[in-house]
């Protein structure tokens, strides 16, 4: 395990709620983003910010989380969009989204949501059906 000491190579603290988060954790999230249907390793996010990777690494130490927790929020957050507001098959979401098999998309999703993904998708479809409705209603 690598250990990461405030000040090495560049790393810092976490200061303010929000600032070092922001100044990190954005960037990262808008490569997973920009690079949705590729495999973006940790080397080259660290590259792409112009870091070292055991800085980027120890940052994200700092800030409690790390590279491969962060590609499953996005991943995850990918996945429940698609789920959401797409008809497509369980294995086309998983290849869009980047697992590697609709049955490893299966778990993620249901350790994010604690559901299954069809239960997912359908009380997703069911809540977004209630909204639209309220809204198409014609007022009394």
Known sequence: MTTCHAG?????PETQSGTTDDRLLAPIRSLFQEHA?????SAEVAHE???????????LLQLHTRFSMLVAEVCGDQARHYL???SWSL???AQK?????????????????D??????RSRIRTQQTARTWDVNRSPT
């Open 8 to 12: 090495f190579l560049g790393a810092r």
């Open 115 to 120: 559901e299954s993904l069809q239960r997912f």
């Open 49 to 59: 910010l112009m870091l070292p990777l055991r800085t980027m690494r120890c940052r």
């Open 84 to 86: 959401a507001e797409t």
């Open 97 to 113: 989204v980047g697992y590697s098999n609709a049955a490893n998309q299966r778990q993620a999703v249901k350790r994010c949501t």
């Open 37 to 41: 249907n590729d495999h973006v390793t």
């Open 91 to 93: 294995n086309r979401i």
